[in-house]
Every structure is written in structure tokens, then in C-alpha cells.
């Protein structure tokens, strides 16, 4: 269980639970169509840095990725049915003030997330990022 003091104790278990659910599915869903095994790699880092929860996410992607919106769009036959995990995700990082940015580089997808903790942590309705809060690249 991913503790309070990392995500922020405003931040229900719902919440933190569906993110970190979704950008593993997203990453392990997209390594497994890799043919070489050793191609099947995610790296994780989630830390503290001052008062926010930074999350880098990389996962091995030899296709190339498109785009909408800032989130990747599904490659699935079923749109009906699919393509709802990034929008989730985006979903509940403004609803806690914070800022997620998805793209490509190269062979690489790359997600980075971040969360106000603490005092800085809470929710906001609508809100796209909070003031003060470290740039992503």
C-alpha cells in the first residue's frame, strides 16, 4: 500500500490505487507486445522532492505512439470500451492540484506526475496544476 505520507493524506486510497493501477497497466500492456524479452522493460520512480510527490514512468515502446489531447490514444479495436486509463488518471492529478505530462521519446513512453503533499495537498475541483509547483519536462 502506497503510504500517505508519499501521496499526501488528502489523497484517498481510491485515488491512489486507480493512478498508479492504470500507469502500470498502460506500461505492462504496452511491453508485452515487444517480441524480445529483453525489450520488456518498466522503470518506476516515485520520491518526495520539497513538498510534491514526483512519479517518472518508462516503459520500452517500439511502435510509435499517437497522441490526443496529451494522452496516448488506444490502439484497441473498441474504442467504446477502451482508452479510459490515461483520461482517469489525468482525472484525478487535477483533482488533487497536481500535473501529469505523457510522451514519447525515442523507444521510450514516458509518464511524469506531479502531487502536492502534505499541507500543500488537497483537493481542487477543475483545477489544471497548482502555482509553485516544479516544472515537467
Same mark, same amino acid.
Given at each position: ?11 484517498? !486510497? ?13 506500461? !505492462? &500492456?504496452?511491453?508485452? $507486445? &515487444?517480441?524480445?524479452? &529483453? *525489450? $520488456? +522493460? ?6 518526495? *522532492? ?7 514512468? %518508462? ?8 497522441? *490526443?489531447?496529451?494522452?496516448? +490514444? ?19 492529478? %487535477? ?5 501529469? +505530462?505523457?510522451?514519447? &521519446? ?12 502534505? %499541507? ?18
Amino acid at each position: 500500500e502506497m503510504t500517505s505520507s508519499l501521496v499526501g493524506s488528502e489523497m484517498c !486510497i481510491r485515488d491512489r490505487s486507480s493512478l498508479f493501477a492504470n500507469a502500470l497497466d498502460n506500461a !505492462i &500492456e504496452s511491453v508485452m $507486445r &515487444e517480441m524480445q524479452a &529483453e *525489450k $520488456r +522493460v518498466i522503470k518506476l520512480n516515485a520520491s518526495k *522532492k520539497r513538498a510534491y510527490l514526483s512519479v517518472h514512468l %518508462e516503459n520500452y515502446c517500439s511502435e510509435k505512439v499517437r497522441f *490526443k489531447d496529451g494522452l496516448p +490514444v488506444s490502439g484497441k479495436a473498441d474504442k467504446l470500451n477502451h482508452g479510459f486509463g490515461a483520461k482517469s488518471m489525468r482525472y484525478i492529478v %487535477e483533482k488533487y492540484g497536481g500535473a501529469m +505530462v505523457m510522451r514519447q &521519446e525515442g523507444c521510450l513512453v514516458v509518464l511524469d506526475i506531479i502531487l502536492p503533499m502534505g %499541507e500543500s495537498a488537497g483537493v481542487t475541483e477543475g483545477a489544471a496544476g497548482g502555482e509553485g509547483m516544479p516544472a515537467l519536462t
